[in-house]
């Protein structure tokens, strides 16, 4: 383990990568010389596996928690297909990025099927043992009118994409338009070039285009767990999201 983990769940859990297939396995931990908590553990060995590891909790209360899995819920009975690239679902040929026209019609559940949803959601709930008493926030109501703007939601859950895309295509094109009307100047020549290249690799990102689906944070379903419309494993919800240059510049 290159750093100490932070507690002794962790180190169960991490140190117990080795040696899965039965065979004897030796665990070593580094510390870090400039970590406080690691120089903590290097001089109170012991307390790095001391205690009880504490069973897991969820607060089936938290009411983000709830409406990502009734989205869940909606978009199961919406049956779209996603695609491996948000360029699936959004049209980024228009202005303002909209849905697709298909998409946008078929997001849209009857009335007949809209009730069937929702009532597929109040049982699910039934069995999850909310404490009404102690999720205050929950009513019939929420229920309904969580489901009844789920298309709106859905839509505003891009918002975030539609800013990046639009940032790296206002590069792309004015870095274009340097390159179609070339300068004298190398430097300004090789700047654009440069801006080029790196507009065009954070479109490739933004379009899963450029590595394996699964493994982008653009792939259509990771992007919408990661904004909070649907549930995921990922605990810090809505990141910083921001565009590392390939190649340093001036």
Not at 13 to 20: D, E, K, L, P
Not at 40 to 66: K, M, Q, T
Not at 101 to 119: D, F, H, R
């Amino acid at each position: 383990l290159r750093n100490v983990p932070p507690t002794p769940a962790n180190y169960a859990q991490r140190s117990g990568r080795a040696g899965r297939t039965g065979d004897p396995a030796l665990v070593l931990t580094y510390c870090a010389a400039g970590s406080g908590h690691d120089q903590y553990f290097f001089h109170h060995r012991e307390n790095l596996v001391a205690g009880s590891v504490r069973a897991p909790r969820i607060d089936v209360s938290n009411e983000d928690l709830i409406r990502a899995h009734v989205h869940a819920l909606w978009l199961s009975y919406v049956n779209l297909p996603m695609g491996n690239s948000i360029g699936d679902i959004i049209d980024i040929n228009l202005d303002k990025y909209p849905l697709k026209v298909n998409v946008k019609e078929q997001i849209q559940l009857s009335e007949a099927k809209l009730k069937k949803c929702t009532e597929a959601a109040r049982e699910v709930l039934s069995q999850c043992g909310l404490e009404y008493e102690e999720a205050n926030w929950y009513t019939e109501e929420w229920l309904k009118a969580t489901m009844r703007n789920s298309p709106k939601d859905f839509d505003h859950a891009f918002d975030r994409f539609r800013a990046l895309f639009e940032a790296a295509d206002i590069l792309w094109n004015n870095a274009s338009n340097q390159l179609r009307y070339p300068s004298r100047d190398k430097k300004v020549m090789s700047d654009a070039n440069q801006l080029w290249h790196e507009a065009t690799r954070q479109k490739q990102l933004l379009m899963n285009t450029s590595s394996r689906r699964e493994d982008s944070d653009f792939y259509p379903y990771r992007y919408l767990a990661s904004e909070g419309f649907l549930p995921g494993y990922n605990f810090p919800r809505l990141p910083i999201r921001a565009f590392i240059p390939s190649t340093a510049t001036e």
